[in-house]
């Protein structure tokens, strides 16, 4: 989580010790602004600097050199900077933000969340607080708590309260998208009181999926028209509430988990029936019904959710808290830091090899096994070997030759997992992996559906 820099940090306050000209004073801010987004971060330090000599207590400026006191490193250094600020300014919300992230830091937890509560209590549209809020309170152990800011997060992107966060994803669409949700909402009018509203969404749908094609493209004014006002929002949450008894399996075989997972310099094991009956069919009922799949841009062939954009639900966060109460040895020390849902697009769609922000990843799929028609494939290959000490990754489409040639080179070293409903395949973030050779049937229900859990940040991988 990085600091953010204040972009008119001019701020609406008066000082009596100013004794140059406003114009005088925007001045030098535009200046030091220059300079601080060019990256010209000495350059921009002094030029702040100047402007408190002209205005001692300068909240704006005042933050601005926390945030590049934060970028040096020198952690303590900017809490002081944002210090000043908030005397200078109390409802300062950037302030109040930038502290509890370099709180967070230090592992300083009661003061970030403090410090993040007070941002949203100044600025209840601060997107990156609430989130913030969200993982902190999991990391607690208060899943309600964290429920209520995923739930605010979900608000600020796609409710009556947005905030144009998510505005391009909802001004925007591919034609696999529109199919998805035309077929989604043909899946919900079979099965709900309310059918012909679906069915009528659904026809809206694919009428202008006809005039879209493969790429991500701005809709005109009369295709969002047809499509209506809730076009890639949450049209239908199904419940998916905390259940009495467990969600996890029993794991009588826990213990031949742990040593598989020990065996070798890099820990990856899979083992099937994560779920119990209850919680599987609850989840795959949440992730079927759900109007959640917002994301289609992220990776080609894909619709994709995630925590602060529909996924979460109190039964995923049962599921994620007792499979780390599970496997304290593996998961004890890193609380959840992220989950995701992707569902495959065509009967192929694969996921190209990448390594995870992590420090363990918890995989697994709620598709029915009639689904795969290539029994024996269609789950995960993971690369036991490690990538180099000084890998330094960029992102997942500019690593895929990269790490497709590191593979390449280790066939040997592949844990190949089939593909199987209610297999959780377990590994350290940080190893390669990669879909292999999916061949699903067609038909919304037989989509190929993964869920991933991530625990911990592979800067605090033991």
Not at 224 to 236: C, K, M, Q, R, S
Not at 240 to 265: Q, Y
Not at 314 to 327: G, M, N, T
């Amino acid at each position: 989580m990085a600091l953010r820099i204040d972009t008119d940090p001019r701020r609406d306050v008066e000082f009596s010790t100013v004794t140059t000209t406003g114009s005088g004073l925007s001045k030098l801010i535009a200046d030091a602004m220059m300079h601080h987004r060019a990256g010209r971060l000495a350059d921009a330090e002094a030029a702040y600097l100047a402007v408190l000599n002209v205005a001692p207590g300068h909240a704006g400026t005042l933050h601005n050199l926390g945030v590049i006191a934060g970028a040096r490193g020198n952690t303590h250094v900017a809490i002081a900077h944002f210090d000043a600020a908030i005397a200078a300014e109390p409802n300062y919300a950037a302030a109040h933000y930038n502290r509890a992230v370099a709180c967070r830091a230090l592992g300083r937890t009661s003061e970030a969340i403090l410090g993040f509560s007070r941002a949203c209590a100044i600025d209840p549209g601060h997107y990156e607080a609430h989130r913030a809020l969200g993982f902190l309170w999991l990391e607690q152990g208060e899943r309600d708590r964290g429920l209520d800011h995923f739930a605010r997060t979900y608000e600020l992107r796609r409710g009556e309260d947005r905030t144009g966060i998510a505005a391009t994803s909802m001004s925007h669409a591919t034609r696999d998208k529109l199919l998805h949700d035309a077929e989604q909402f043909h899946f919900l009018a079979s099965r709900r009181r309310d059918g012909r509203r679906f069915a009528i969404l659904a026809r809206a749908y694919e009428q202008v999926a006809k005039e879209v094609g493969p790429h991500a493209t701005e809709l005109s004014e009369r295709q969002l028209e047809l499509l209506g006002e809730d076009y890639n929002t949450a049209i239908l949450i199904s419940a998916a509430p905390v259940r009495a008894e467990s969600a996890i399996s029993e794991r009588p075989d826990r213990g031949a988990i742990l040593r598989a997972f020990n065996a070798h310099e890099t820990g990856a094991v899979w083992f099937d029936d994560l779920l119990t009956p209850a919680a599987l069919n609850g989840l795959k009922r949440y992730l079927l019904e759900s109007t959640v799949w917002h994301d289609f841009s992220h990776i080609g062939g894909f619709v994709a959710s995630y925590l602060e954009d529909g996924l979460a639900s109190p039964l995923l966060l049962q599921i994620a808290d007792e499979l780390r109460r599970a496997f304290p040895e593996i998961l004890g020390s890193h609380p959840l830091s992220q989950a995701w849902a992707f569902k495959g697009l065509d009967t192929a769609a694969a996921i190209e090899a990448h390594a995870d922000d992590g420090a363990v990843s918890v995989n697994f799929w709620v598709t029915p096994d009639h689904a795969n028609l290539r029994p024996g494939s269609g789950g995960l290959a993971v690369c036991r070997v490690p990538p180099p000490p000084d890998w330094s990754p960029t992102g997942y489409h500019a690593d895929e030759g990269e790490i497709a040639a590191f593979l390449h080179r280790r066939p040997d070293d592949l844990l190949i997992v089939p593909y199987r409903e209610n297999r959780a395949v377990m590994f350290e973030s940080r190893l390669f992996h990669r879909s292999d050779a999916p061949h699903f049937a067609p038909g919304y229900e037989n989509r190929r559906i993964n869920v991933t859990l991530l625990y911990g940040s592979r800067q605090g991988r033991n």
